[in-house]
């Protein structure tokens, strides 16, 4: 299958890829690598030895997407590109809107004009705001407590009416609960600039001495041990429920949102200890009163995935902590390590 992936150099883009290419499908990659390195790409293409192409181009012009798009002639999109921090999006919301809304709304006309219906939508567990029930199952209320969430949650009711306008369209709506870890070689991983703003990339910055200490935000919530509890999903079993997916869109049409966890929570502290053991280091922490909009619990419903995709997660915390440590100690920096970016303009043009 041609598969065009947009984000492909992001951090779930990018093990998505390696797994596509693996399946043997072709890909082009589209991204304006406004969040990430074209030396990503280039390890990809080290890990699995296979060409692809890259367009260094943004989803909202819609030119540069149906120049891309009548040159490849996919037959599926996966669409990661987006922008992802939910604190980000409550101090530049236009921003966001116009990024995910407008770029995915972009991104379907241009696949409508060019012949291809089928696409593989990144979502988020962020679209179900406060539980009502857990786990979340794909029929819990949505709504979102923030712009990001919304920007997802807006978006999937587009894409949904989009594939009820003609009976050749298909959409999977794949609804992430929190990704984290990386490709077992350390050659590719979560590249967060600035600042990390997810948990586990924060943790092993603080294991490897470049920040001081975690924050824990709030150690009276109603769980195990006081502090939030979340649904980890390995990175490599997420990019699995991608080609997956891939698979069943072409067997199916129509739209569906599924989940995509493990079922299971952990709770910050027992993130802390997991990398603790996986790095052999200690890691320093405080805790500090509840940050607001934050929840106790969030856990999947995963069946829906297991019946509809065959597809169930493998891995554990474990396995999850040691990767993302593996990647923290290999690449200090994240893909500014190695390569500076005289070397990103040969990649796009060695591969475009
Ligand atoms: N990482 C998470 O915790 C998480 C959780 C749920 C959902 N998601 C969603 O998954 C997707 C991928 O997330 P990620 O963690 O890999 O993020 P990422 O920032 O690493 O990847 C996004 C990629 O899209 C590119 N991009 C951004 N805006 C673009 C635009 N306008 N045109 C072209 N390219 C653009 C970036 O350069 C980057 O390569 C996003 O849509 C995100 O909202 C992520």
């Keep these: 299958m041609r598969v065009l992936v947009t984000g492909g150099a992001g951090y779930i883009g990018s093990h998505t890829l390696l797994q596509i290419l693996q399946e043997r499908h072709e890909a082009l990659v589209f991204d304006n690598f406004s969040n990430s390195s074209p030396e990503a790409l ?59 809304v407008v770029g995915t709304i972009k991104l379907l ?8 219906g089928t696409i593989v939508f990144s979502s988020s567990a962020t679209v179900y705001g406060e539980a009502r029930y857990l786990p979340y199952d794909e029929s819990h209320p ?35 609960f929190n990704p984290v870890g990386a490709h077992p070689s350390g050659l590719i991983g979560e590249h967060p600039s600035g ?10 910055q603080v294991a490897a001495g470049r920040l001081a200490r975690l924050r824990i935000y709030g150690n009276d919530y109603p769980t195990r041990d ?43 502290l027992e993130m ?46 474990a396995e999850m902590c040691r990767s993302a440590w593996h990647w923290q100690s290999r690449n200090p920096n994240g893909y500014d390590s190695s390569h500076g970016p005289e070397n990103h303009g040969a990649l796009l043009e060695e591969v475009s």
């Design 42 to 100: 280039r390890r990809v293409r080290r890990l699995t030895n296979v060409d692809f192409q890259v367009t260094n181009g943004d989803v909202r012009d819609e030119d540069a997407l149906l120049r891309a798009m009548r040159s490849f002639r996919p037959e599926a999109i996966v669409h990661f590109a987006g922008l992802k921090s939910v604190g980000e999006s409550n101090s530049q919301p236009l921003e966001y809107y116009s990024q995910n």
């Design 109 to 116: 006309r241009a696949m409508e004009q060019t012949g291809c």
């Design 142 to 176: 949505s709504q979102p407590t923030n712009p990001y969430g919304r920007t997802k949650h807006f978006i999937e009711k587009v894409i949904s009416d989009w594939v009820a306008s003609r009976p050749e369209f298909t959409a999977v709506v794949l609804r992430y």
């Design 195 to 204: 600042t990390p703003n997810n948990l586990v990339p924060y943790i092993t």
């Design 226 to 268: 006081g502090t939030g509890e979340r649904d980890y999903i390995h990175v490599e079993d997420l990019a699995r429920a991608h080609v997956a997916a891939l698979d069943y869109a072409s067997r199916f049409s129509g739209c569906e949102a599924i989940n995509v966890g493990t079922g299971r929570g952990a709770t910050v």
């Design 272 to 317: 802390i200890r997991e990398i603790e053991a996986a790095s052999g280091r200690k890691v320093p922490y405080e805790i500090v009163a509840r940050r607001e909009g934050d929840i106790a619990t969030s856990i999947a419903d995963v069946r829906k995935a297991e019946r509809l995709l065959g597809w169930k997660a493998q891995y554990g915390i």
